[in-house]
Each structure stands twice: as structure tokens, then as C-alpha cells.
């Protein structure tokens, strides 16, 4: 599960316009971490990916806060993966976050599976994985290690940090939380608490997981090939929401998959082209994926919630002076534009610099991570004018 | 799960301004049945239950389609049931549907589990249920069977055929294959096809009952409890799906169930409202509900498809002389107003009588079996016109 994010040196990265061969780093902070939920955690390692250099004033840093089942991996190369990064398209020389002016990081989350302790870290008491021994982890909890690594790199404020959905909620956290570690903070297709519906979806993904015989409590990581089905059925689930209506009617419709008429056959369970590319999408998370992280992260999806109501909302980000930008898309119906106004209104009544877009795009919840050039005409600029301000 | 739809007689129905106590008739086609599929289905048994008098000039008869899970109990009472039918607020004297004036059917579509032939009933061949040896049902064969029931039942001509989501299929495909069987069809949230993402709904929901290990191959029947867990999950899944997202959040928002503040723990399945509110639909649903059936009837939604573009649209619906009425809810996003008004368009470039609203509702998908007064409003000078006309 954690193969990829082994420390490793190369003796010849190839760089062909592209940010470069990466690996992973890691961070072990010195004190046992203080979790919200009330427990303490520790020790433990943080696997971060860095892009680009740091400037020697040490104020070109941005903090990339990954999604759900996005990891430290965001742009280039990296051993033992076939894929680029997942924002690949965003970060490099002369990409939106050019890595000959900005220096990018990006860590794994507390809680998930690529690295940073995990449920399938060994906890130390028993030499055994914690499975769900694993404390309760909050989006708070997530944003406070990301805040110690960024100090441990001796950066004392970031120029930026973003991120968009669970992302986003990171972004909106820390600007909460660490009010003078960030001069902008930017904010996709996110909220600033799960709706109800959201918290639905999570909990039917949750239960096809706890469903599976291979679960076993949790512990399954010795015993065979763990709850595969339950995790792939999961991520089927999830990732219908992550499409509009409309892209998933333009991309599949009612097409069938290997034939020109219908099987009358009950058991053709990838007879539609839709049912075909959500089976691919569940066999393949379960290759990269561990269930008991999904049922973690999941559950701190559904912990969040900036401030119970609009008025505590403004007030939980009142004490930071960054600028924001946020970002919401038309067709995404898990975090709708409606969710981004609500932060957005809140910022304004406490006088915060803020910009604002809903941008239109027919991918959905998925739109941050596919519609680049629209984005990067919002970015790039909003992060120009923050280092220029910056810079004073 | 065939218990509430045995014939039986009563010394003492009550009747307080409600449709009396019902129980089943039986309908046993003299044929076999040729199903769409190719194959032959028999004998078979249809349940149904009737409301009010059939007319002399037997002119005053409308036909009810019921939804997916829904059954022949549309109204009154029904011995072993606690829960009124599921249209009781639209069905009786002085009501919508007034029985002091029209003559009401609702039959048990085939292949589901409430006293139609469906694949737990027994296979005569064998002696045990069908399981999923049952044949492959379709829209069209459910349709074909409730349009011989209408002729047993000596009725030439229907006043209406009505129905909502999977009934709203069923009447658009009466109007296509029995075009002189109805002087009117009422759609209600429907669509002439399903949608990719009605589709991968469906699809997620069967494969949480195929994963269950006590779905054994579909002879679960005399194993033990069944696939329940896996049939409460695609429920579960498909529940979202009804409700709008306005709805959901009114209705439960982030609220707790049992406590006044979050409890940190990842084993907490029903900590929100919206959780324990889907897992409490899930539970009942499997009491009522056949697991087989499900898949069948939702196979048969994947499948419905009245024809393939706009142009074939139109004709496949060219030779009824119906009058139609088409209702949609703005907040449905399982069948959206969209899928409405295509219907409308195919209606009109064929010169047809159609009237059409999208109504006000939180309710999404539900709307039809919520929002009883203002589709009252609609449905209650309709048919009177209709009554008129015929009645010339």
C-alpha cells in the first residue's frame, strides 16, 4: 500500500518540459500529534512531494491540499506509477503554478494510504496494523500536520494554499486555524460543511465497505485480498456524483458496451457503457486504495463544518488577512455554487479580499481537475498579484 | 412475500370515508405469455385490486401503474398491512381519483413480489421459485399483461392509464402498443427513456445485492434471511436518489440523532439523521421486498426505451388518439423536467391533445406520491374533460 512513497535518490531525473522524476520526502515531527477527536497520535512520518525551489526570501511557497482520494503525487513522474500527478496539467514551467517562480508542495493526509500515517501504518503497541484502531481524524487534525511540515520547512508564510473539494475544506481550515501561515487561500468546488446529501453518499460508500466478508473488522490486511468488492462498489457510488448529468449523458448515454443490442440477460452487469466505466473505476481504486482510509477520510468529510451557522462562519475567518479566491462550477451538484455564495458572503461581511467565480463546465464535481485553462485564467493572476503584494 | 395478496372474502369491511378494507383478485391469462425476450412465460397469475364501480357503459375505468417498489395496494386498507396504499390521499370518495365516480385498477407488475407471477414464485417445472431463472421482463411485457387484465375484465376502452416514474413508462408504452385500449394517459415524473444516470444508479444497487453472500445465486429463498443486507443497501443508494437535495437538507441537515455533539468515533453508522433515516428506509424496505425482484424491475427500467431519437419518438406514439397530460417537478433530478418535456415535443409534432406542467416541490423524484393537491388540481379537470369527451 505504501510501496510508492519510499525516500530515493536518482542519479538521472529526466526533465523533458515537465516537472521532473519526483519522490517522495518525509517529515516526522517531533511531538506526539493532539487529535481533535481528544486522543494524541505519535509517532508519526508525512510523505510530501515538492516542486520547484524555494526562493531564498522563502515566499513562493504554495501548499496544494489534495482530495479524497488524491495524494501528495500532483504533477510529474513518479517511480512505480504509470500516471502523471492529478494536477499535472496545472503545475510545471510555465504552467499555472510555474515551477521556475513558485515552489509547490504537496503532502499525503493523515488518515490516508500513500504514506502519511494511516490505518495501514504499524502502530507500534502491537507491531500489528492499526486498522480501525486508528484514531478518529479530522479535517482540522489534517491541516495542523500540513501546518507543522510547512514550519518544519522553514517557511513561515505560505504565498498560497489551495485546494478543491475535501481539499478546499483544508484550505478553508487552515486559513481558520493558522490565520498568518497564508497570504491567499484558494477555494474549488468545495464548502464549508458537507451537506446532507454528501454526508448520504459517504454513508451508503461507508456501509458497502463494512458489508464485505473481507472487511473483517478492519484487520484484513494479512488476510487475503480485503474487502475489494466493497471498496470498488464504494467508489462506483462516489464517482456517479463526481459527474453531471449532462457529461455522463454526452459520454455514455444509453451506449452499449460490446454489442449492438440489447442481451436480455439479467446478469449482464456491464451490458451500458456507463455500468462498464463504473466497474473499471471501482477495480482500479481498489489497486491504489485502502478501504480503511476511505472509511477515515470519508468520515472527516462528514465531521466538517466550518461554524454551525452563517454568522459563526464569519467569525471563524476573521482573524486571517489572506486573499481569496473561490471557485465554484455549474454543473457540480455535490458542492454547489449555493455552498461556495455561503462562504463567499461570509468573507465579505468581514471585509475580506475576495474574488469569486462560478465557472461553467459540463464535468461536474470532477471539473477542478479536468477544466485547467479556464481555471488558470483565474490562478494565474490572483497569485501574481498576491507575491506582488507580497513583495510590496 | 406473497402473503397480502391472497382472494378472500370479508363479513364486515369498514368503510369511513376511505376506500374499504381490499384484498387481491386473481387474473390468470388463458395463454402463456411471449415475453420480449423471445422466450414464453406460464401459466402466470396476476394480483390487482379494484376501487370504486365500473359503469355500465363500463366508460369510467383508469388504470394505475405503479412505481418500481410500489404494489396493487394503491388505497384503503389491506388485511396484514399496517400502512395505508401508497396513493390513499388521491384515491376514494370526494378524492382526485373519486370512486363515487371512476373505477380504479392497480395490478402487481410481472416479475415482481406481491402476487404477480415474479421469480419467487414457483416454477412449475421444478417445484421451487424461480430465482433468477425467472425470464427477462420488460416494460412492454408488464404493459402487455395489464392490458389483457383490462379486456378479463370486460373493459374495451380505459378513461386513463396513469402513473408516476417507472408508471409513467408503462403509460407512454400502453399508448404505444395497445393505442385503443386508453382515452387518456397521465405521465407523472417520468421520461421516455432512462438515463445514463439512472442507469449507474441502478447498477451500483444490483451490484450491492449480487455482492451479498446470501444472495446465493438468487436462491435465497429457503436459505436463511437473504441478501437483506445488500438489498437495504441498493435501497439505501436509490433513496437519495428520490429525495431532493433541498429536501434532504431541510429535513435532516447536519443534525445528530442521538446526541447533542459529534462522538469521534468511525464505527458510528447512524450518527447523523440523514444516516439513521436511510438505514431505517433500508430495514423496512427488505421486509416487503424481493431481493430477485429488484433486479429484475430495475433491469427492466435500464432497458425502457420507447425508441432511440426524436424522430422514432414521435411515431412510436403517433397512433393513440389519447389525450395526454405530462407532469414533471422541478426539483426531480432522477427524471428531470428535461426528459418531460421531450415527451411533450415527440406529443406535439404528432398534432396530440397534451397538456403539460412542471410543478413547485422540494420533494425531487417523490413529488408524485407527496404533492397530492396541486397534481389534483391538474388531474381532476383532465380526466373530466376526458370523461366528457368520451361521453360526447
Redesign the interface.
Known sequence: MNADTETSSQTDPHSVGMVETQFAELFAPPNPLAL???TTLGPISVAYQTYGELSPEKDNAIFLCHALTGDMHAAGQMEQRRKSGWWDGFIGPGKTLDTNRYFVICANVLGGCQGTTGPASIKPETGKPYG?D?P?V?VEDIVNVHSELVRHLGIERLLGVMGGSLGGMQVLQWAANHPDQLSSAIVLASAA?????G???N??G???I????NFKQGQFYNEGEGPR??LA?AR??AH?TY?S?DS??LK???RLQDSDS?S????A?TE?Q??SY?HYQGERFVERFDANSY??LT?AM??F?LA?NPGDLAKSISKTDARFLVVSYDTD?LF?TAQSKEIVSALLSQQKHVSYSELSSPYGHDSFLIELDQLGALVKPFLEQTLASTRG
Do not use: C, N
Not at 460543511?193 to 446529501?197: D, E
Not at 463494512?210 to 466478508?213: E, L, R, S, T, V
Open positions: 481533535r477527536g481528544g480501525i486508528f478518529f479530522t460543511r458537507l451537506s446532507a446529501q454526508i448520504a453518499f454513508a451508503v461507508r456501509r458497502a463494512y458489508a464485505d466478508p468488492f466493497g462498489l462506483m457510488i456517479i459527474l448529468e455522463i449523458e455514455f448515454g444509453r440489447l436480455h440477460e439479467l446478469h452487469e451500458f456507463i455500468e463504473l472509511l477515515y468520515k462528514d465531521y463544518e454551525p451538484w454547489t
